[in-house]
């Protein structure tokens, strides 16, 4: 399954956890739970990447650069993805298609950019530790949202890419 996709079912599960509270207290509950997400996320990433202190001073800043151009980017392209095509021409879908290779693209040349960028941080062989330790965190992350209540049925499958 795609890392963008697994992504954005983590935090779909995340924010459907807190229903049966008021919404003001799901709010501030659900950003509590993100809160704890990310501050794991950073504590699993440092320790598998093995991160020093000097690199994680450099190298935390620019991930976070990183992470918020590749949202952005999944966010354009699920905005482009119609849930249902009966609705529009032919020459619609085509564009709308189109529109998704080039953010796809975008996707692959930000991945590329940062590539480079990292490994000027830290070593080529800690930005492979990079790229696996994120998908075992999001695999682990969906793995334990799948036990509980009001997680759809097979929503951790297929994370064993």
């Not at 590749?70 to 009966?86: E, G, I, K």
């Not at 998908?135 to 994370?159: C, H, I, N, S, Y």
Request: with cysteine; proline share 4%; glycine share 4%.
């Amino acid at each position: 399954m795609n890392y963008f996709l697994r992504t954005l079912l983590l935090f779909c599960c995340l924010a459907a956890l807190p229903l049966a509270e008021t919404h003001a207290q799901g709010g501030q509950r659900r950003q509590e739970r993100l809160s704890q997400l990310e501050n794991a996320r950073i504590a699993y990433l440092t320790e598998q990447v093995a991160l020093t202190p000097d690199q994680a001073q450099k190298f935390w800043p620019l991930y976070n650069e990183f992470t918020a151009k590749r949202r952005d980017l999944s966010r354009r392209l699920r905005q482009l993805r119609p849930a249902n095509t009966d609705g529009l021409s032919d020459q619609q879908i085509r564009e709308s298609l189109n529109q998704s290779f080039v953010l796809r693209q975008q996707e692959i040349t930000l991945e590329k950019e940062y590539f480079e960028r990292f490994q000027r941080v830290i070593s080529v062989r800690q930005v492979g530790r990079l790229a696996l330790a994120e998908r075992q965190f999001t695999k682990e992350v969906l793995k334990r949202v799948a036990g509980r209540p009001g997680m759809p049925a097979g929503a951790a499958d297929g994370l064993d890419d």
